[in-house]
């Protein structure tokens, strides 16, 4: 089975700085999804933030089986409405990757429900990521490290929950640390947060990025079906109890009444 | 140190439903409050839907160490600003604890970031709370379980992210179970899900309700002093970098330029 | 790539007691065995406590992708060594699977580092077990419960550390419930707890309670080579180190010498 | 409520090396317990290994709210019965803390159930522990981060369960990280690790180490009463079952036998 991979770019510096336009031709998300579609398990696509519903529409949500989310200059501009539709394709189910600056976009702060803050420094400096998570699948075909040359520093505290698991921890040259790896699970569905991308660094460029990537597409896929509702609060009545048992004391709701909310 | 508390209540069954009224004449906060009150490591008052932002002014949350909050009928009429600003307030330290219906109440679900939902009968059916963490300082004076004779049931799956600690989880008559107890931490705040507490019921007549509840204020409250700005990302310049480095590589960013949200 | 899945079993019963020789004909791991092995994706074989080194030979183990215990009369008749030798394969990356009365098993507890201690009642009581993760992959094809007829009880508080996910709860009948399906990780290797299987009840005769085991060897099965040494703890030289530095202050260790432990 | 705290000491390096001994004129145990008799909510004593028994006998063990455990050249010589006894404590509800090279003790391997292994390096570098969990008591009073001149390097993977949470990660000047503050719970027992500590260097003369460990002390007294045996599975006879149920199917157990372990 094939996974069906949408990534999502914000597609605003690539067009705007010319550093950005010359690390990446093909923009972010293009570079980013040529590289994961050399993956036979793997079927990337692009949609970006100019796209009408910034191209989550229901429809693509529904073909999409793990979505990739980089933005950074633009996040205020992505809809709210649009931000809750990705939420509800996540707890139905999808699959979400959040890159680098993707921590301050609207989704991701919105399934954290925590600041997602950190510190941060654009001085091309050197970063390393150790995997904390022994065979982890998503360090498949990693060793125990790996190093960027040019990096943006971001540094702990970062406002996030506690993890599921902690995959990776960077190192920076400058001297401080990050949880550059990291899972979680909202509704059904597989969140993973990876810290490496400043665009004006060749990071997706980068092997060992891209494998990150591609083995997180693997593990944030759930192949179950996605929930119809996956908001859904369903009464069981009386008569629908698992076990008999009889109506008493006060009632509140009426005979078929909704939950409220 | 006392801690200071505050009680939110929706206050709207105490005055439209007879049997809420008479269950809670001193409506279901106020007996929340007074039954903290005889703590005398807890100083608690209330607020309400109705007060001016909810009673949830920048001062009130100021002076709240710890807010326990109860909704029902009402989640949609509180104003998304004052959510923020409570979300703000936990995120910075404050500790919150919400009861029951809360679930769905607009905090949680910003907290949770996840769907919070579940299924539920009202017919006054018996409901065990069983202690799932042995010697939980939220159990504490606990027995392994109590009961309580007439609750709504609320079923599984209950939509929220894996806890840091599930303390409580509840049997049900009609054959349901419900994971009752539930820990988090976001930003800097401790989050405590109570489940028990349906309006028609005396649940916050309880003694073993009461004192969970009160445990819970003194988990939840960290002394630390509140964050001054718990969403600050701030830029740490080269020259202020922990290990002296030299800038490099192309930049994104002007010296001195906020980061971009 | 067909998982190699070994049962073990601790096969006293069955050839002691009549029942379970009549509920069981095939033995209860012969059992278990033959029904994964409908499943084309799992190849699975059967070592029992009176096989040579209880059949968890190295040689066994290297070719064990998955091992699934079942154990309840005999836990002290495992010898020590063989109990370090499965929870090294487990830390280098083999998945293992704990049934029912397991939890008071050898290399449980080892592997948990807690007394894994509860209650329980043999009276053939109803079960109920509730998914707490919607669309995990370990409930696949099974809806928000299913139900066993006759089981024994096993009641909370359950001695276990808090799992990475909690994946099921039970309800019995009797009054008491149970975090019934547990997910971990150890070294490499994961990890989980699945709770019903008394030997006296055709459990494991049950479509719902063998889907739930298949797909608990998929889930478990870590498709990375198995780590050559688990325990390893190298030194890094100085002149190895990932960035340059000099070695200064007092020494305890001599260069080239082995770590203490 | 003052907590009682005993600092086990290996006490073999002050003797035997002179580095050592001139760092730690007070031994390390007698350097930590010093500067935990500064608080006067905390009151220190000392045991070593080479008292009776290690010093952990069953009195001294239930004189004790919070143990702090420092080893590293005799891991070997403690008696396996013994590593037992402090379990067994830790399971009732002791706190326990472990410093640096006590990752390779006994108690702490039989607590976590993984190989708890690590890389490392001698070189006297340069240490920063940042703070991962905002405002988290053990953290109470440090800043962001601290910086300690000369340590031992540990690095990631470190082979241990993921924590309850993260609070500390660990920058060094030789490229590794590692995460040297991670909370668990065993039992009713809370469990801190912190790494730092090499007996060459004056680690516990450092007044934020000094304020982490007296931190952690209070985070992991639990003030509940010690669990008589926090090893009992105890039968619930069906005429205590918390619902009226009636005994059916076959049994394997007679009444009022003991459980099989």
């Known amino acids: 089975m094939v996974i069906r991979t949408t990534v999502w770019g914000e597609n605003v510096h690539e067009h705007k700085n010319k550093t950005v336009a010359e690390v990446y031709p093909l923009t972010m998300h293009g570079t980013i999804a040529e590289a994961l579609n050399r993956d036979p398990g793997i079927a990337a696509t692009t949609v970006t933030l100019q796209d009408p519903d910034h191209?989550?529409?229901?429809?693509?949500?529904?073909e999409t089986d793990v979505l990739i989310w980089w933005g950074h200059a633009a996040h205020v501009q992505v809809q709210d409405a649009v931000v809750e539709r990705v939420c509800d394709a996540v707890w139905g189910g999808m699959g979400i990757i959040f890159l680098h600056s993707a921590h301050f976009s609207k989704p991701f702060k919105r399934l954290m429900g925590a600041?997602?803050?950190?510190t941060w420094r654009e001085a091309g400096e050197r970063e390393r990521l150790w995997v904390t998570s022994r065979n982890h699948p998503i360090a498949a075909g990693i060793g125990d490290s790996?190093?960027?040359?040019?990096?943006?520093?971001y540094g702990e505290p970062f406002g996030v929950p506690e993890p599921?698991?902690?995959?990776?921890?960077?190192?920076?040259?400058g001297g401080?640390?990050?949880?550059?790896?990291?899972?979680?699970?909202?509704?059904?569905?597989?969140?993973?947060?990876?810290?490496p991308g400043h665009e004006t660094y060749p990071t997706y460029h980068d092997a060992?990025?891209?494998?990150?990537?591609?083995?997180?597409?693997k593990w944030a896929h759930n192949p179950a079906a996605r929930l119809a509702d996956p908001n859904a609060a369903p009464n069981v009545p009386v008569d629908k109890a698992p076990e008999k048992i009889t109506e008493r004391g006060p009632k509140l709701h009426s005979h078929?009444?909704?939950g409220l909310r």
Do not use: D
């Open 55 to 62: 191209g989550m529409t229901a429809e693509k949500l529904a």
């Open 115 to 118: 600041p997602c803050n950190l």
């Open 146 to 153: 790996f190093t960027l040359e040019h990096e943006e520093m």
């Open 164 to 173: 599921l698991e902690t995959v990776f921890v960077s190192w920076f040259q």
């Open 176 to 195: 401080e640390v990050f949880r550059s790896g990291l899972t979680y699970k909202r509704g059904a569905g597989n969140v993973f947060y990876f810290r």
């Open 208 to 217: 060992n990025v891209q494998r990150v990537i591609a083995n997180a597409v």
């Open 256 to 258: 078929g009444e909704e």
